[in-house]
Each structure stands twice: as C-alpha cells, then as structure tokens.
C-alpha cells in the first residue's frame, strides 16, 4: 500500500514522543521527503517500499544478554533495553572530532543503553549510558552496507571512585563494541543479495497502515529500502 507518512515530532527531531498521521493512496506514488516545518516531516512511500524495524532486530533477549555479558568485566549491569534511535550525524556528540566524516543531514543509527554500577562504601553508585553509533548506506552496487561508526560514554556519579568506574568502562567499550558490530550480519541478511536505490529513516517501528498513532522516537527507528 503507497501511503503519505506526516511525523510531528513533541520533543525535537526524531527525540521522543511523536504522532505519525497515514494517508492512503489510490495510486503508486513515488518515493519523497518533505519538512514543512522544523517539527514535522512528511514521507511519500511507495507501494515497493521494504520496511526494516532496527529495533525489533537489535533489540532481542539474546543481543540484550551478549551485550550485558559485555559489561559485566566493567562490573557493571544493563538497565535498560537496547534503544534504537536514528539521529543526524550534526547531532552525533563526536561530531566536532571529524565534522567532514558524514554530510551534516546523514542520518546514523545509535544503539544505547543504560547500566549501573556499584561502588565501595563512601561512594555514591555509578550511572550512565553507553552509545555504539551505526552508519548504514547503499553502496556503488546498490547493496545495503552497514558499519560501526563510533562509540560515546556517559558516566553520572561515583564520588571519589569516578575515575576508577570509568576507567573500567572505557577499557570495557571495545567488547562492548564489538558485541554490537557482531548483530551486525544479523541486520544485513533481511536485504543480502538484493539491490536498493535509496534509503530513508522513520522514527519508530514504521507503522504504516492508516491512521494515527504514537511512538517514541528515541527507542525505536526503521528505515525504507526502494528497490533497484
């Protein structure tokens, strides 16, 4: 079914709490992206549109497990699911490290989740988030690529054992890195040996049938495939 997508994002682009309004099509329409204004962003989706969930496909028991197992040499404990959030590369908090690395609008999928950490008495616990950064594209074979871009550590708390905790977790990002490069295959075998010509994020799951509903953004992102 071809739909008309309008996202009015509440909380910022692709931040949050967002409404998506379905329209159906009588006819196929072509592929087409609009920004009527700075909340809200409207998709034209064609009838031959492949619709990928990342968060239903990184967001499972199994990657939850291998990723705490992880940060767990941290001595640390996941507190959260796996998020699956698109966010423009402008927004990434890297971003000044190599600003010419991606065009400011490109969009990259950031996988994150909370974790906590237990201190020795006298000291306040330890918070924080970990992001692994996923840049996805279409390259010169019109195959769909993805890689790990990078990676960000936020860490609340501690006390006086901050900089023990962190240091502990900075040695323990590589693994944690490398877990969610090995989802990695699982995500590129739903599109293996078919050819693309473009590639579009939606906040949330990428509900499409007609009507409206309400998402959050910073949990969940799909992106559209339009075939070659």
């Not at 991606?102 to 237990?118: A, C, G, Q, R, S």
């Not at 590639?199 to 070659?228: E, H, R």
């Amino acid at each position: 079914m071809s739909v008309t997508s309008t996202y009015t994002f509440l909380q910022g682009f692709f931040n949050g709490l967002f409404t998506v309004h379905n329209t159906a099509q009588a006819a196929d329409q072509p592929f087409s992206r609009t920004f009527p204004n700075s909340s809200t962003m409207v998709l034209h989706r064609p009838n031959g549109e492949m619709l990928v969930d990342l968060g239903t496909l990184i967001n499972t028991n199994e990657n939850v497990g291998l990723v705490s197992k992880r940060l767990m040499s941290a001595g640390g404990a996941m507190t959260s699911e796996l998020r699956v959030q698109g966010v423009q590369w402008a927004s990434v908090p890297y971003f000044m490290q190599s600003p010419a690395a991606h065009m400011p609008m490109d969009m990259l999928t950031k996988v994150n989740f909370d974790f906590h950490i237990e201190t020795p008495f006298g000291c306040t616990d330890v918070d924080g988030t970990i992001s692994v950064f996923l840049f996805l594209f279409i390259d010169a074979q019109k195959h769909l690529q993805v890689r790990v871009d990078g990676t960000w550590l936020h860490v609340d708390g501690g006390g006086f054992c901050h900089a023990p905790a962190f240091n502990a977790l900075k040695a323990a990002m590589p693994g944690v890195r490398q877990q969610v490069a090995d989802l990695l295959p699982g995500l590129m075998a739903v599109t293996k040996n078919l050819k693309f010509n473009n590639l579009y994020y939606m906040p949330g799951n990428g509900f499409k049938a007609a009507g409206i509903a309400a998402q959050n953004a910073s949990v969940d992102t799909a992106i559209g495939l339009i075939s070659a």
